[in-house]
């Protein structure tokens, strides 16, 4: 599975901005797709998933209500709607395949077998 992860930048304190993630590849249809992230200095961090199976959602608590995951299942794409950014949410963010689908195994990096290259999301005045 291949993953290409699109529309990072710059943006304002209270902003909105959507990430993009194309996986392509045998089977990508079966994989559960969620976005981590990771500010300097600091490990990467789950952020939100969507299971492959059930389609339900998961999120980190510092996200919940303002973070939005969904998939397009026709063009195998998942977007991350980000809303009221705050400065604490500067970080290179990365889209992730995972074979798993329960919350313990998708908030879990180390469930991942496929990564994206990594977008910069950056929230300053």
């Known amino acids: 599975v291949q993953l290409q992860a699109s529309g990072g930048g710059l943006v304002q304190p209270g902003g909105s901005l959507t990430l993009s993630c194309a996986a392509s590849?045998?089977?990508?249809?079966?994989?559960?797709l969620g976005w981590f992230r990771q500010a300097p200095g600091e490990e990467r961090k789950f952020v939100t998933a969507?299971?492959?199976?059930?389609?339900?959602?998961y999120y980190a608590d510092s996200v919940k209500g303002r973070f939005t995951i969904s998939r397009d299942s026709a063009k195998n794409t998942v977007y991350l709607q980000m809303n009221n950014l705050r400065a604490e949410d500067t970080a290179v963010y990365y889209c992730?395949?995972?074979?798993?689908?329960?919350?313990?195994?998708?908030?879990?990096?180390?469930?991942?077998?496929?990564w994206g290259q990594g977008t910069l999301v950056t929230v300053s005045s």
């Open positions: 590849g045998r089977s990508a249809d079966v994989y559960s």
């Open positions: 992730a395949a995972s074979p798993y689908y329960s919350y313990s195994d998708l908030t879990s990096k180390i469930k991942y077998d496929y």
């Open positions: 969507k299971s492959y199976r059930d389609r339900r959602t």
